[in-house]
């Protein structure tokens, strides 16, 4: 083999075991031969065909599953969440019980996953796939991972103003780690309900899909509304700069409303196609 035989491999690793296992000996010769090492694209051809590989196969968000699509789009609705969470939290007072109506439909759009997703842990606790319990473990693990990120992060801030550098550099390591957990956890779910099989009552998870998607939908909606009481109860915080890391408030609480829009409308396509296929 000439070429990089390090980059071939890297590019090799970004693909399904299976597809290696199937094409990897004439594919990493292939790239070898067009010499992969001095053409830029081709690598950025080559992993956007592990991308679309791994796609097919379901490592990644599959539209062959509802409940794998479920899966992610709560993991979007989450780091909307969260951002909503950090954006509110000085300004609770600011829109009276909109703050609270909102907190409520998250928390009915989140039950609902779990209603949906009971019946493949409780086959999971039967033993129905003991290789899965490996996937139950990445979310505590990259929680404590994200516990360590997070005092390294505050021990950088320490001492230092909102728009310092020390304090950027702190906010971007929580946020890209925090992503990073939802994320992981996401994908360790997805995992988990594709690999159990389990019993499941015919209009459970189709209900419980279409309630997700209508919680995260009211939840959007009642985020307009408080952003809107926000300005009419005090208009200079709206346009003033009570954003995330003290930047302007309106850029913040657009970005966030996109997000949940964007899960929301993800989890309807998933309850959609599940009631599809229950008919």
């Known amino acids: 083999m000439t070429g990089d035989p390090w980059l071939v491999r890297a590019l090799l690793a970004c693909y399904p075991s299976g597809w290696r296992r199937r ?6 010769q292939l790239l070898c031969d067009l010499g992969v090492h001095r053409r830029p694209r081709l690598i950025v051809n080559s992993l956007r065909g592990a991308v679309h590989a791994r796609w097919e196969q379901g490592g990644f968000m599959s539209t062959r599953s509802p409940m794998t699509t479920a899966v992610w789009a709560t993991g979007l609705f989450t780091v909307a969440g969260i951002a909503f969470q950090k954006l509110a939290e000085d300004l609770t007072g600011a829109a009276g019980g909109v703050y609270v109506l909102l ?4 928390a009915v759009a989140l039950l609902a996953l779990v209603a949906a997703a009971a019946p493949t842990a409780m086959a999971l606790l039967r033993g129905r796939d003991a290789g899965a319990w490996r996937y139950v ?3 505590f693990a990259g929680a404590a991972a994200w516990y360590g990120v997070l005092r390294l992060a505050l021990l950088l801030s320490q001492g230092h103003g909102v728009h310092s550098a020390a304090t950027i550099t702190g906010f971007a390591l929580i946020a ?3 992503i990073g957990l939802v994320v992981a956890t996401a994908w ?3 995992t988990v309900l594709r690999r159990v099989p389990a019993d499941q009552p015919t209009r459970l998870r189709p209900a419980a899909l ?22 009419a109860s005090d208009p200079t ?5 009570h954003g995330l890391l ?4 309106v850029p913040s609480w657009i970005a966030t409303i996109g997000l949940m829009a964007a899960a929301s409308v993800l989890a309807a396509a998933a309850g959609r196609r599940q009631l599809a296929a229950t008919r």
């Open 23 to 28: 094409y990897g000996q004439e594919y990493a």
């Open 103 to 106: 907190v409520a439909a998250a």
């Open 137 to 139: 473990a990445v979310p």
């Open 176 to 178: 890209v780690s925090g």
């Open 188 to 190: 360790a779910a997805a």
């Open 210 to 231: 279409v309630v997700l998607a209508a919680g995260m939908a009211v939840t959007t909606v009642v985020a307009v509304i408080w952003g809107a009481r926000v300005h």
């Open 237 to 241: 915080v709206f346009h003033g700069d």
């Open 246 to 249: 003290a930047t302007p408030f």
